[in-house]
């Protein structure tokens, strides 16, 4: 089964009495960004919407990505956990037909929504609130003996899976896509989890009641560090995330600067070698929770750490990294979850015309153009202590979210792609080497392209009326030159459009305030909707000379 991109739920869900099938869903209200169009969440296969029906509110996952025996795993699922009525699982439905997009119906979970925050949010509003890691450090302990004892296991524990309330003495339990319950053992693992929370070794082929102990235990771990030394998250460079701990410290401890401190330190130092032991173990020796923590079944691994601690060769991160300074790539990312990675080229203050509330956009370019930014809506921006300003222009930046889809204004003649920011935490500073760091590894993320391919694609990019069913070009191609007649021939395109284009270096740092769009308005799917940006303003001779390149090509 095909399911429906973003783009498409979102067109659908801006009239949810038609497209939700659900009794209770199509009376309800569905929460709205500030532009009016549906809020949405990314969680692995699913994209997730908050609807309010009463009193009452659900979280609907609309499903945008295949799952195999979707259908199945649920059901299997859902009659264990009723089965043992716990409060670490939220009620679900799964609902076959539950939505319905362009005419065809698809699959939706509805779920009763947590109570919280997640534990990403949680963990980076307090890792200086030593008492507040005690107690979600407890729970997490009883969260795994109760696990065991089912002999079930989670499959994805992460920062976004894990929902934390009452100052961390109650954790929940959401996304079951990749849950283990013995009556599904045959079907084998939908999904190999978070890589910044599993062991390096974990494959497709593991799927037993033991997946969540190397989760566990890594966050375990990196709690009573940081009840120790609240300072190791920045000094590891944590965040929402990633807690102390990154996929390439569990590949090679005995280069890690994380391991090195914390076993150089004797009150950790116990826990880290062992820790250490099992990242260099095998994934079935990986012991329980509560034996760790007794220091029994630490499988043994000689290993000695590095006196002088060694960069890894390359970032290890669980999206994409992006640039932000390439929109087209960004554009051929909506949908998805990505970590962004650019400098700050302005910041602006708004309010809002209905109650006149206060938002911010971070901009990576200036707004009169084709750029992508950070989006802080009324809602998250009355949470933040300190709100973006003008000071954070020409800083380096990391922020991971859901690439939603473009936005152009007809009347300011701009094409905005943007990254909803739900959290103060959820924007990292950076320096400029590890940006230069982060993005060196974005090329190894995104897919690549013949030669033929990008020069069709180059010339999509400047002239949209081009089929939009051609892959993308990657920006590790993009920066490639090419010898080639038909690579000069392109770049005199390039050039005559660079002498349209307005200069870049210019920022305007007025106030200004987008039209509000309804809900009813449907997403533009392109770029600035405005005659010159179509016509690209270049001169027809170029055109003439473009399509000959093109005719080119497929003669070959």
């Not at 801006?14 to 969680?43: E, F, W, Y």
């Not at 013949?450 to 010339?459: A, F």
Request: hydrophobic share 40%; glycine share 8%.
């Amino acid at each position: 089964m095909t399911y429906p991109s973003l783009e498409q739920y979102q067109e659908a869900l801006q009239h949810p009495r038609v497209a939700l099938l659900d009794g209770d869903l199509k009376n309800g209200s569905i929460a709205t960004s500030g532009l009016g169009l549906p809020k949405v969440m990314c969680g692995g296969f699913a994209l997730t919407y908050t609807i309010s029906v009463g009193v009452g509110k659900y979280a609907v996952r609309c499903f945008h990505k295949k799952s195999p025996d979707l259908e199945m795993r649920y059901k299997a699922v859902s009659s264990k956990l009723k089965a043992l009525s716990s409060n670490y699982f939220l009620p679900f439905e799964f609902q076959p037909q539950g939505v319905q997009v362009q005419g065809a119906k698809f699959p939706i979970v509805k779920m009763a929504w947590a109570a919280g925050d997640t534990l990403g949010e949680f963990v980076s509003d307090n890792f200086r609130n030593g008492s507040a890691l005690a107690a979600l450090r407890e729970s997490i302990i009883k969260l795994s003996s109760y696990l065991e004892s089912q002999l079930i296991a989670h499959g994805d524990l992460q920062p976004g899976n894990l929902m934390v309330s009452q100052g961390g003495k109650l954790i929940q339990l959401i996304d079951y896509d990749g849950m283990f319950v013995p009556e599904i053992k045959q079907l084998g693992a939908a999904e190999i989890g978070h890589r910044n929370f599993q062991h390096p070794s974990r494959t497709g082929a593991n799927f037993n009641a033991s997946l969540d102990r190397f989760s566990f235990i890594s966050l375990v771990v990196a709690l009573k560090a940081l009840e120790r030394n609240p300072d190791l998250w920045d000094e590891s460079q944590s965040d929402w995330d990633s807690f102390v701990f990154r996929a390439s410290d569990f590949s090679d401890p005995a280069s890690s600067k994380v391991f090195k401190k914390l076993i150089s330190d004797p009150v950790s130092s116990t826990d880290a070698k062992s820790f250490a032991s099992i990242c260099l173990s095998g994934f079935d020796q990986v012991p329980t929770l509560a034996d760790f923590l007794a220091g029994k079944g630490i499988p043994h691994r000689q290993f000695e750490i590095k006196s002088r601690s060694v960069e890894p060769a390359s970032y290890s991160s669980q999206y994409p990294v992006l640039s932000a300074a390439d929109y087209h790539v960004f554009v051929k990312n909506i949908g998805n979850m990505v970590e962004l990675v650019g400098k700050v080229v302005e910041v602006k203050h708004g309010t809002t015309k209905k109650g006149g509330r206060s938002y911010i956009f971070v901009n990576f370019g200036p707004w009169q153009g084709s750029i992508v930014k950070l989006s802080i809506w009324p809602s998250a921006l009355a949470k933040m202590k300190n709100a973006p300003s003008s000071s954070l222009v020409g800083s380096w930046i990391s922020v991971v979210g859901l690439v939603e889809p473009v936005y152009a204004s007809k009347k300011y003649r701009y094409s905005h792609i943007a990254i909803d920011i739900s959290s103060q935490n959820q924007i990292r500073h950076i320096s400029s080497e590890e940006a230069r760091f982060r993005l060196a590894a974005k090329s190894s993320n995104v897919a690549g392209l013949g030669k033929n391919q990008e020069i069709i694609e180059r010339l999509r990019v400047q002239n949209p009326g081009l089929s939009p069913a051609i892959p993308p070009v990657t920006p590790a191609l993009s920066s490639q030159p090419s010898h080639s007649t038909n690579a000069a021939i392109l770049q005199k395109i390039q050039n005559s459009q660079a002498k349209q284009s307005p200069p870049q270096g210019v920022v305007n740092r007025a106030v200004v305030n987008p039209p509000t769009v309804t809900p009813r308005q449907s997403v533009p799917q392109g770029g600035a909707s405005n005659k010159k940006a179509k016509s690209g303003g270049i001169p027809w001779w170029v055109w003439i000379v473009g399509l000959w390149v093109l005719i080119a090509i497929f003669r070959r």
